[in-house]
């Protein structure tokens, strides 16, 4: 697909301009900017939706290699009858967690590579989990960043 220029004022005014278009124009600027005839029953909604969209992918560039791969991925595990995973929280280094077990607060610290807990490097959330516990902890679970432990403490 071409990557036409816009100034962000043409697309909000053309999208703007959707509004006022009757269903049957509507399916028309479907015809144009999709290239293929628009499906018999879209309900008007959809349609402006779908062109408002359609209007900016063509403005702003669409999708991301990486974020149609992870969608791709997604609709072949699901052909396929398997379960959508999702992705753990990104923490961003820098980020202070903190985690209070058997009457003590525990902080950690995200670094680029690792954690530091205890004015000490660590691997890893798990590693530091078992620091603390003494046994085998997912350390992401362990510190309330995955479902499982979310409320829990």
């Known amino acids: 697909m071409t990557r036409r220029t816009h100034n962000a004022k043409q697309v909000a005014d053309e999208l703007e ?3 006022t278009l009757s269903h049957a ?3 028309e600027r479907w015809n144009e900017l ?7 029953h ?22 991301g290699k990486t974020t149609r791969r992870r969608l791709d991925k997604a609709a072949a595990d699901l052909a396929a009858g398997r379960t959508l995973s ?4 990104k923490i961003k280094p820098g980020t202070r967690l903190l985690r209070e077990w058997q009457g003590a607060v525990h902080e950690v610290i995200v670094l680029n590579k ?3 807990y205890r004015e000490e490097s660590w691997p890893s959330l798990s590693a530091v989990a078992r ?6 902890w997912s ?15």
């Open 25 to 27: 124009q509507l399916k």
């Open 131 to 136: 620091e603390i516990t003494g046994a085998r």
């Open 139 to 153: 350390g992401p679970r362990f510190f309330g960043l995955t479902g499982e432990a979310r409320g829990r403490a």
């Open 86 to 89: 999702t992705p753990r929280p």
């Open 114 to 116: 690792g954690v530091r």
């Open 42 to 63: 879209m309900s008007r909604r959809f349609l402006l939706e779908a062109i408002a969209y359609r209007i900016q992918e063509k403005a702003f560039g669409g999708l």
């Open 34 to 40: 999709y290239d293929v005839p628009c499906p018999a």
């Open 17 to 19: 301009s959707l509004k």
